[in-house]
């Protein structure tokens, strides 16, 4: 019997052993794909996780000359100061605003767009059409800056010398114009790129489903009512509920260079992100712009974390996880 | 017959629906064009007749704008060439990095796949935020006012971008292939770069592309990192162009100095000639990519 464990045990030495050696042997086989990724590991420390230990910055009062390890801990404090400006209801109140009617919009402009294009979709001109709609997002938010200059500039704008010649509007230094103009820009610039995903949705319907309602004596409207929008459904919620996570993020050129920066606009195209770099470059308040940032992450994230437990709730394969 | 196809048959109360989505998209082009138009024309217009006021159809077509950049082609030129240099080499170190993080992902039987994927993925659901991330890549790397501004913060290597590549290295490239290659004695990194690579062409041209137009058109980091002129790629020179302007509307011009300054910035259609020379590059390959870029516009949509 004791011969046998004595057996028993020097075989499971052997078998121990024997792993030892097999996962020396797999990480060897394996150094070749550890290798591949370390370049992308190290830029994600130092690009993504380093940062996250960043937002301890908003707890500290931040001093360059002590440097920031040995800055004080401050607390609250630099949420406090954010959450009693002005600044903080005016940029908040924005960024959510302007999300909010802009998802409902880009949503409905896509659709519809994409439903138009489909119905031309066999003439020869789509295929000229749908490149030249898609244009616009290609072009950088500084270009951008230069074409709306070209349209709203006080002296020699094309709207002020051709539509209002005899009093000149001051479009750069009147706040309340510019809910209005941003969404155009916004429109010229990204609507014919989200309503490529719908186009391909479409693209993607059973021809046979309208040939028999066509038979059926179903027009067109109807046709658009009954099976594709029914069938677009999952998409456009899926696509909504993305876009919720991202309510708290704004589009910085957008907001920051195609109003050229200008201080007496902050009323109406202030966001969370023009903040923070106004905050952190121009005004060296490092503390407030801190705050503001990391309010924005923690948000963020937390909203993105919801929109995606519904968005699986759904449609497990477009969910990030 | 293959005429006869591509015709649209249209029953009766069908006409009207179609014509009317044809006037909206063409309506839509157009409003799509148009700026672009206006800012054309404006660079190819003479000074004198801009004094009235920028037009579609200038009173009097000139050159002027572009002779006048090329007068001034030193700084344009070296904020042009350093564009592309950002442009080319971010676009490869960005598709090398994406591709080679994606390969070990895609691997069944590389056991620390999942910890990996989740350190990837946590990535793309929260980040520091900007001014984190701005005190880091300044107080720990010091990129200020180097090049590497350009390149380093944000997305040389996106999360999102590397699941795409894993995705498609599953979806297309069969296990077997990999086998194979292993039993007739290939490394994992010839596995790479002679099996892997080639055979997902679609998916790294439109990663590439995006990642190219992202580094063209990268002007944040200019104005978050750089302040030396000699680092400006050209959004960012047509950025601080567009700011010095802001600045003269803003100063009493009857003041000496600023109206000598004012004298030596390019003139009216000379600005929308250097933002027309940086839309260029985008204007000329866009036809032959966008077929692409559309593709990828799709895949990139849903995924958020």
Same mark, same amino acid.
């Given at each position: ?13 052997? *078998? ?18 550890? !290798? ?39 607390? !609250? ?12 209801? =005016? ?33 020869? $001109? ?59 820009? @916004? ?23 309208? &040939? ?84 924005? %992450?923690?948000?963020?994230?937390? *909203?993105?974390?919801?929109?995606? !437990? ?12 | ?13 069908? =006409? ?21 138009? !206006? ?7 003479? &000074? ?49 990095? =994406? ?87 290939? @490394? ?89 020379? %940086? ?12 077929? &692409?870029? $559309? ?10």
């Amino acid at each position: 019997m004791s011969e046998n464990k004595a057996k028993s045990s020097e075989f499971d030495d052997i *078998l121990k052993q024997q792993k030892k050696l097999q996962r020396k042997e797999q990480l060897k086989n394996d150094l070749p794909l550890y !290798l591949m990724m370390l370049p992308g590991i190290i830029y994600l420390i130092c690009n993504n996780y380093l940062p996250m230990f960043g937002i301890l910055l908003a707890f500290k009062r931040i001093n360059y000359a002590m440097g920031i390890f040995k800055s004080p801990w401050v607390g !609250l404090d630099n949420f406090e100061y954010l959450f009693k400006t002005k600044d903080a209801f =005016t940029m908040i109140r924005n960024t959510i605003a302007y999300n909010a009617v802009w998802i409902v919009m880009d949503l409905a402009i896509a659709v519809f767009i994409a439903l138009c294009m489909n119905e031309i979709a066999q003439r020869k $001109i789509a295929k000229v059409i749908q490149p030249i709609i898609c244009f616009p997002s290609m072009v950088s938010a500084v270009i951008l800056s230069f074409l709306v200059y070209a349209f709203l500039s006080q002296s020699y704008g094309y709207l002020n010398t051709v539509f209002f010649k005899d009093n000149p509007v001051q479009w750069y230094t009147t706040a309340r114009y510019w809910p209005f103009i941003l969404t155009i820009v @916004h429109i010229w610039q990204s609507a014919g790129q989200s309503s490529v995903i719908y186009m391909a949705s479409i693209g993607g319907i059973d021809k046979s489903l309208y &040939e028999s309602a066509r038979i059926d004596g179903a027009n067109k409207l109807e046709q658009i009512r009954y099976i594709t929008l029914p069938l677009l459904k999952p998409m456009i919620i899926m696509m909504l509920l993305l876009s919720i996570g991202r309510i708290f993020n704004s589009d910085f050129g957008l907001f920051y260079q195609v109003p050229l920066g200008n201080g007496m606009l902050y009323e109406t195209t202030q966001t969370i992100d023009t903040f923070v770099y106004r905050a952190l470059i121009i005004n060296n308040n490092v503390g407030q712009s801190s705050a503001a940032s990391v309010f924005q %992450a923690v948000i963020g994230f937390i *909203l993105v974390m919801i929109s995606n !437990l519904l968005v699986r709730k759904i449609n497990p394969e477009n969910s990030l996880f | 017959m293959a005429k006869n196809k591509n015709k649209i048959k249209l029953m009766k109360g069908e =006409t009207g629906f179609h014509y009317t989505a044809l006037v909206i998209m063409i309506l839509m082009m157009l409003f799509c064009v148009v700026p672009l138009i !206006l800012m054309l024309t404006v660079s190819l217009s003479s &000074e004198a007749s801009l004094v009235r006021g920028y037009r579609f159809i200038p009173e009097q077509w000139s050159l002027d704008a572009y002779f006048f950049m090329w007068a001034k082609r030193a700084t344009i030129l070296r904020a042009y060439g350093l564009t592309i240099l950002i442009t080319v080499v971010g676009t490869i170190i960005s598709l090398i990095m =994406t591709s080679m993080f994606a390969y070990p992902l895609s691997r069944k039987d590389f056991k620390p796949r999942n910890v990996v994927a989740f350190i990837l993925f946590f990535t793309m659901l929260f980040n520091g935020g900007m001014v984190a991330s701005y005190m880091v890549w300044t107080r720990l790397f010091h990129i200020k006012d180097s090049i590497l501004a350009y390149l380093l913060p944000g997305s040389l290597m996106g999360g999102m971008n590397v699941l795409l590549v894993r995705n498609y290295f599953n979806a297309n490239i069969p296990y077997s292939i990999i086998e194979a290659a292993r039993l007739d004695g290939a @490394h994992d990194w010839t596995i790479y770069s002679k099996i892997m690579v080639p055979l997902s062409k679609p998916i790294m041209i439109t990663i590439g592309l995006f990642s190219a137009l992202g580094y063209w058109n990268n002007w944040t980091a200019g104005i978050y990192y750089i302040n030396n002129p000699k680092l400006y790629t050209i959004q960012v020179y047509l950025k601080k162009l567009m700011d010095s302007i802001q600045f003269l509307k803003t100063t009493d011009l009857s003041n000496e100095a600023v109206l000598l300054a004012s004298r030596s910035l390019p003139t009216e259609s000379a600005r929308m000639a250097v933002a027309i020379i %940086a839309l260029i590059p985008i204007l000329a390959v866009y036809p032959f990519i966008q077929k &692409e870029l $559309i593709k990828g516009m799709v895949v990139g949509g849903v995924k958020g």
